[in-house]
């Protein structure tokens, strides 16, 4: 379990690096910011945590929840679950990036909307919001894509 906090402790502080502010300093266009990094004693009822698996990030939003783990990526919105193992993974996918930006009326969305492609060509949706949560969230789920599957950090660590 050393061995997990610490790639936890690092695949945060390697996603940090590529930020303009730390995370209490962080804006979204959102009424207020749902998501936050979390501690190993993190717990919910409904989201079983497999051994050696520590949570790292997580958005509760009133209808949507997303958790980022060590090992896969956990979204439930309106009820319906779905998760995928960074093993998994095939790559974020731009579908939805055009609602993730400024609308023709001028305004921010609330809230951005992840995708994930698996490898069986199927797409995990998640919720997060806006800016910079969404924004370190992609760097997390980057970096621990990268490390899994190629051995090496996408963001430079040092």
């Not at 997990?4 to 730390?22: E, H, P, V």
């Not at 919910?44 to 929840?65: F, G, T």
Request: charged letters at 25%; hydrophobic letters at 40%; proline letters at 3%.
């Amino acid at each position: 379990m050393k061995a997990i906090r610490k790639f936890k402790q690092l695949a945060i502080q390697i996603a940090l690096k590529s930020m303009d502010k730390g995370e209490r300093d962080w804006i979204t266009f959102n009424d207020k910011i749902h998501t936050k990094i979390i501690g190993d004693d993190y717990f919910r009822s409904d989201i079983i945590l497999l051994v050696n698996e520590l949570p790292i990030m997580e958005c509760d939003l009133k209808n949507s929840y997303f958790l980022i783990t060590t090992d896969r990526i956990i979204s439930a919105i309106d009820g319906y679950y779905n998760e995928v193992f960074f093993i998994e993974m095939n790559n974020v996918s731009n579908e939805y990036n055009a609602e993730n930006f400024k609308q023709i009326n001028g305004k921010y969305p609330k809230t951005n909307i992840i995708a994930v492609k698996k490898n069986d060509n199927t797409t995990l949706i998640a919720k997060i919001d806006s800016y910079y949560p969404a924004y370190f969230a992609k760097m997390l789920i980057y970096n621990i894509f990268s490390y899994k599957k190629l051995g090496k950090w996408y963001v430079n660590p040092k």
